[in-house]
Antibody
Framework: EVQLVESGGGLIQPGGSLRLSCAAS????????MSWVRQAPGKGLEWVSV???????YYADSVKGRFTISRDNSKNTLYLQMNSLRAEDTAVYYC????????????WGQGTLVTVSS | SYVLTQPPSVSVAPGKTARITCGGN??????VHWYQQKPGQAPVLVIY???DRPSGIPERFSGSNSGNTATLTISRVEAGDEADYYC?????????????FGGGTKLTVL
């Protein structure tokens, strides 16, 4: 079964750092495009970042320079390192596999909540 | 940057047809994907490549895309279809690719 399981969320003070993990099963992370998408409380979906199978990475302007997407091939796991966190980064963070060129997200993880507050 | 516009809400009676639009500049030249999200759950893909249905998604769900508007159509609406729906495209108009989601449409079954 193809599955993604996120972890690492929690309460963090403004300016702090947090690393999210996304463990994959049923497929190989390094052979796929993988992405992070977030959803602030009561709001819509916002794309955060993508890593291509070749290793290229791209970010939304709102997180560029603060967040870093990466993967560990030996652990078949995707990561999101989040630095200089702000209150507006508070959201549920989902990881998802990108299927095909100009493609869709499937599957999605269950999400992990990040709360940035003092 | 590319913008996708969805109506905030659509209401429909059970058994009727719901149409949720997603507007964007020349969106017909892009591939549009649609997701259903129920409260407290992760999004689920319901339509990909404008009009293809993943396995397990009822035939009542269909999609189209032309000109400046993509449309998700749900026929014979059921109570269980009540959810938020999001459209999604890839934007390659700048020097780096990115993903754009519409603002979401809340479907209410009356």
């Amino acid at each position: 079964e193809v599955q993604l399981v996120e972890s690492g969320g929690g309460l963090i003070q403004p300016g702090g750092s947090l690393r999210l993990s996304c463990a994959a099963s049923g497929f190989t992370v390094s052979s796929n495009y993988m992405s992070w998408v977030r959803q602030a409380p009561g709001k819509g979906l916002e794309w955060v970042s993508v890593i291509y199978s070749g290793g290229s990475t791209y970010y939304a302007d709102s997180v560029k320079g603060r967040f870093t997407i990466s993967r560990d091939n030996s652990k078949n796991t995707l990561y999101l390192q989040m630095n200089s966190l702000r209150a507006e980064d508070t959201a549920v963070y989902y990881c998802a596999r990108v299927v095909s060129v100009a493609g869709w997200f499937d599957p999605w993880g269950q999400g992990t909540l990040v709360t940035v507050s003092s | 940057s590319y913008v996708l516009t969805q109506p905030p809400s659509v209401s429909v009676a059970p058994g009727k047809t719901a149409r949720i639009t997603c507007g964007g500049n020349n969106i017909g030249s892009k591939s549009v994907h649609w997701y259903q999200q129920k409260p407290g759950q992760a999004p689920v893909l319901v339509i990909y490549y404008d009009s293809d249905r993943p396995s397990g998604i009822p035939e009542r769900f269909s999609g189209s895309n032309s000109g400046n508007t993509a449309t998700l159509t749900i026929s014979r609406v059921e109570a269980g279809d009540e959810a938020d729906y999001y459209c999604q495209v890839w934007d390659s108009s700048s020097d780096h690719p990115g993903v754009v989601f519409g603002g979401g449409t809340k479907l209410t079954v009356l």
